[in-house]
C-alpha cells in the first residue's frame, strides 16, 4: 500500500495508484487544525446531556440501555477521551513536565472548581429542604468540595432530594478521576522520556485492555475490600475504557505518519456501531472483552470526524463550551426537573439547552479563555512559544490564533 505519493503498479504499467493521504498530511492540508473537532465535542457533550435527561427523568438510564441507541451512547465519553488524548499529545511532545501539568491544571482545574463552588455555595442553600444553619455544617456539605481534586461526592445535604434520580446533584463528575489518571500517566511517559515512542503509547493500551479482559475472564479478586475496589476503578467500571481510549488518542497522533486518513475506515466503525445496536445483546457493552474490541476504533473514528470538515453550529464558534457544557448540565437538568417535573427525557432536554449554553458561554468567557491567557505568564516556555507563534504569524501573514486556542482549550 502506498502511504504517500504516486506510485505505479508493477502489475499496470503506465497507471498511477490512487494515493493514500495518513492522518499526518491531513493535518497539514487544514493547517494543523482539524476542522471538525469543535463540532465533534459540541455535539458529544450535548450527546452526554440528551444521556442524562433519560437517567434524570426516569430515575435511571436502564431502559435506555435495552434499545438500539445503547451502543452509541457507550461511545459518547470514549470518544470524547480519545479526542482529548490526540489533542494534548502535541503540548505533551513540545512542553517540560512542568509547563506540561501547569498547562493541564490550568485547562481543568480553574472552571471545575467554580462548578462545585456554584453548587456548594449557591444552589444549594437555595433549594436545599434543610435549614441552612445544618446545611452548612452538615458532613456532606465539606466533603462535596473534594469533587476538585477528583475524590468524588455527588450529593449536597437536602438538595434534589424529591427528584426521581434522588440526591445526585452533578452526575457528571464520575470521570473526574480518569481524567486526572489520563493526566497523571501521560506527565509519568513524559518523565521517563517515552511519550514520543507510540510503541510504547500503543503497547499501554493492549496490556490494560490484555490485563483487563485475562482478569475478567478468571474472575480475579484480590480479596482485599481496597485493592479490589481500585482494580474495578482501573479495568471492570463503566470507566475502564477511558483511559485506554485517551491513550489510543495519543497513539494515533504519535502514528500519524503511516495510520491512513480513510472514509472507509470510518464507515466501518459506524457500521459496526449500528449492527450492535441491532444485534447484540447489551450484557456485551458492559464487557472489559468488547472494550477492548472497541477502543482503537472509536478512537480512530473520533480523530477521522474532527479532521473532516464539518458545519459551523450557529453561536458556538466562539469559543469552545464544551467544557463548560459537560460540567454544568447535570445540575441545570437536575434544577428544572425539580422545578417543572418532566416526564419525557426529550422534553427535559430542549427545557435545558439554552440555560446550558449560557452557563457554558459564561464559563468559557469569564473563566476558561481567561485563564488560559494568564498562565502565561507562569510559563517561560509558553510565553516562548507565544512569541514564536506571533513571529510566524507576522512572517506569513496568516493567523495562527485558532490553532494555539485548538490546543490550548482541548480537554
Known amino acids: 500500500m502506498a502511504i504517500a505519493g504516486n506510485t505505479h503498479s508493477p502489475n499496470a504499467p503506465g497507471q498511477m495508484e490512487t494515493a493514500v493521504v495518513t492522518i499526518e498530511q491531513r493535518l497539514k492540508q487544514c493547517g494543523g487544525f482539524g476542522p471538525g473537532f469543535d463540532f465533534v465535542r ?55 513536565l512542568k509547563e506540561y501539568v501547569l498547562n493541564r491544571s490550568f485547562r481543568i482545574i480553574p472552571a471545575l472548581g467554580v462548578d462545585i463552588f456554584f453548587s456548594a455555595l449557591i444552589l444549594g442553600p437555595i433549594i436545599t429542604v434543610f435549614a441552612l444553619s445544618n446545611y452548612f455544617t452538615d458532613r456532606q456539605f465539606f466533603v462535596y468540595f473534594a469533587n476538585i481534586i477528583g475524590w468524588i461526592h455527588y450529593k449536597l445535604p437536602g438538595v434534589f432530594l424529591g427528584n426521581p434520580l434522588p440526591g445526585i446533584v452533578n452526575g457528571a463528575l464520575w470521570t473526574v478521576p480518569y481524567e486526572i489518571a489520563c493526566y497523571v500517566i501521560m506527565s509519568a511517559m513524559i518523565w ?3 511519550i514520543r515512542r507510540w510503541t510504547y503509547v500503543l503497547g499501554s493500551v493492549l496490556l490494560i485492555t490484555g490485563v483487563a479482559m485475562l482478569l475478567h475472564s478468571i474472575g480475579f479478586r484480590t480479596g482485599f475490600a481496597m485493592a479490589d475496589k ?54 456485551w457493552f458492559d464487557s472489559p472483552i468488547f472494550i477492548a474490541l472497541t477502543v482503537l476504533p472509536l478512537s480512530y473514528l473520533v480523530v477521522w470526524l474532527g479532521l473532516v470538515k464539518l458545519p459551523k453550529i450557529p453561536f458556538f464558534d466562539r469559543g469552545d463550551y464544551s467544557y463548560g457544557v459537560y460540567l454544568y448540565h447535570f445540575p441545570i437538568l437536575q434544577l428544572l426537573q425539580l422545578l417543572f417535573g418532566f416526564a419525557i427525557w426529550w422534553q427535559l432536554s430542549l427545557a435545558a439547552i439554552i440555560p446550558v449554553t449560557l452557563f457554558a458561554m459564561f464559563s468559557w468567557h469569564s473563566i476558561e479563555k481567561p ?20 513571529e510566524k504569524q507576522r512572517k506569513s501573514g496568516k493567523t495562527v490564533a485558532a490553532a494555539t486556542t485548538q490546543e490550548g482549550r482541548s480537554s
Open 192 to 194: 521517563v522520556g517515552i
Open 42 to 96: 459540541i455535539v458529544l457533550a450535548f450527546a452526554v446531556l440528551l444521556w442524562h435527561a433519560v437517567a434524570i427523568t426516569k430515575g435511571s438510564s436502564d431502559p435506555a440501555k435495552d434499545s438500539f441507541i445503547w451502543p452509541f451512547a457507550f461511545a459518547i465519553l470514549p470518544m470524547f477521551f480519545a479526542l482529548s488524548g490526540f489533542l494534548v499529545t502535541g503540548s505533551a511532545l513540545r512542553l517540560p
Open 371 to 390: 485563564v488560559l491567557k494568564q498562565r502565561k505568564r507562569f510559563s517561560l516556555v509558553g510565553a516562548r512559544i507565544a512569541s514564536e507563534d506571533m
Open 230 to 283: 481500585l482494580l474495578t476503578f482501573a479495568l471492570f467500571s463503566k470507566g475502564a475504557s477511558l483511559v485506554p481510549c485517551f491513550l489510543a488518542g495519543s497513539a494515533i497522533y504519535l502514528m500519524q505518519h503511516f495510520i491512513p486518513f480513510s472514509g472507509r475506515i470510518a464507515a466501518l466503525v459506524g457500521a459496526g456501531l449500528v449492527a450492535c445496536g441491532m444485534f447484540a445483546p447489551n450484557i
